[in-house]
């Protein structure tokens, strides 16, 4: 935000959510923290108005995203299902994807042991204790601007080289598990990646293409504490991500939902055994000049356990210049989105509660 342009207005909130915000965000205990004390009922700070709730009349019953056998990823009948996923669905799951079952496992033990941890001790990671600006605990996703909070905490671990250098100054409970599990999904990352923009006729993946659209790994934990009445609240808005693409491997709980482009109703993704979920974010919608779409999705957290999913946002580096590819654009297709930076898109990105896709606007032309 530049030094002229006006403080989002503070969100107006009554005496009871305000020593709720102190608890979950000033003192630092997250909702993880609010939930362990054994509340009963959702409290007001959490709760959202009826409209924004997910009504089950809009989940879709007879729905599914595509899930997709990548055992062989050179196959045509492969990558052909990925560039149609990606364009018509902007999310799917992949099966037979190369990274190790026990990985998946150990990384979601690894969340657990952490959200697992005393308040304190997570605290220490709180957003200003940090002993380092890699690793960060935030709740919510922009509690500053938000009249209602989202029922989730999140550890986020910056990953590029240069940021695997303050390794030793991460939680010892689980940055083992978060390097090795970055390390077996890359290959899957670089594939995916080399896949989609073939699908737009871009021959290579050379260094200057790595860096605006590969440079950083950010790895997530994502922690929502049982609720006691998830359809009340949101774990996270609908939103899209501000990444090229999302890996995202969650629990068995279920609770993600992804929104139907042609009739709006949201389709549940459910839990597949050792798959990952693929998902479009901006940047990839960007640079392709929407052949490849983000889309909407939403959580909602699990009404008797903690659920926790692992994220890997793969996105450009900070000041690499983000906008519709030359070769999405030879044959004199107009561009969509102008040029921006990349640190600019991400401020804007994360500086108002997640609403649908608006955050696209920013490079709208
Ligand atoms: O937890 C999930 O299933 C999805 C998480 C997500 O959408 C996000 O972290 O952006
Ligand atoms: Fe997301």
């Known amino acids: 935000m530049s030094l002229t342009s006006p403080a989002p207005a503070m ?3 009554d005496p009871n959510s305000e020593k709720t915000i102190d608890f979950v965000v000033n003192k630092g205990n997250g909702i993880k923290g609010l939930a ?3 509340i009963e009922s959702v409290p007001q700070l959490y709760i959202l108005p009826p409209e924004e709730r997910l009504e089950p009349s809009s989940i879709s019953t007879h729905r599914s995203i595509p899930v997709i056998d990548v055992s062989n990823w050179d196959d045509p009948v492969v990558t052909e299902s990925i560039c149609e996923a990606a364009g018509k669905w902007g999310f799917f799951q992949i099966i037979n994807h190369g990274v190790p079952l026990e990985a998946l496992d150990a990384i979601k033990e690894a969340a657990h042991r952490f959200f697992g941890l005393p308040s304190e001790e997570r605290n220490k990671y709180w957003a200003g204790n940090s002993p380092t600006e890699t690793v960060v605990l935030k709740t919510s996703f922009a509690p500053q601007a938000e009249s209602v909070l989202e029922w989730k905490d999140y550890l986020s671990f910056r990953c ?9 100054l991460w939680p010892s409970v689980c940055r083992d598990e978060v390097v ?7 290959p899957v990352i670089r594939k995916l990646l080399e896949i989609l923009l073939k699908g737009l006729k871009v021959k290579e993946m050379d260094k200057a293409r790595e860096y605006s659209l590969m440079a ?24 899209s991500d501000g990444s090229t693409i999302t890996i995202l491997l969650q629990d068995d709980n279920g609770g993600l939902y992804v929104r139907a482009t042609d009739d709006n109703s949201w389709i549940h993704v459910p839990p597949v055994n050792g798959a990952l979920v693929i998902n479009v974010g901006d940047i990839l919608q960007i640079t392709s000049n929407d052949r490849y779409k983000s889309i909407e ?5 699990n009404g008797s356990k903690d659920r926790v999913s692992v994220p890997i946002f793969v996105i450009p580096g900070a000041d690499a210049v983000v906008g519709p590819m030359p070769e ?17 898109y991400l401020k804007n990105f994360f500086s108002s509660k997640h609403d649908g896709k608006k955050t696209l606007d920013f490079a709208r032309i």
């Open 11 to 13: 969100p107006r909130r």
């Open 36 to 38: 362990d004390t054994g």
């Open 160 to 168: 590029s080289p240069g940021d695997l250098e303050s390794f030793p």
């Open 180 to 186: 090795k599990y970055l390390e077996s999904a890359k």
């Open 216 to 239: 950083t790994p950010i790895v997530n934990f994502n922690c929502f504490p049982r609720c006691p009445n998830p359809y009340l609240t949101a774990g996270i808005r609908p939103h």
């Open 297 to 301: 999705h939403r959580v909602v957290a």
């Open 328 to 344: 999405v654009l030879q044959s004199g297709e107009q561009p969509l989105y102008k040029e921006v930076v990349f640190s600019d």
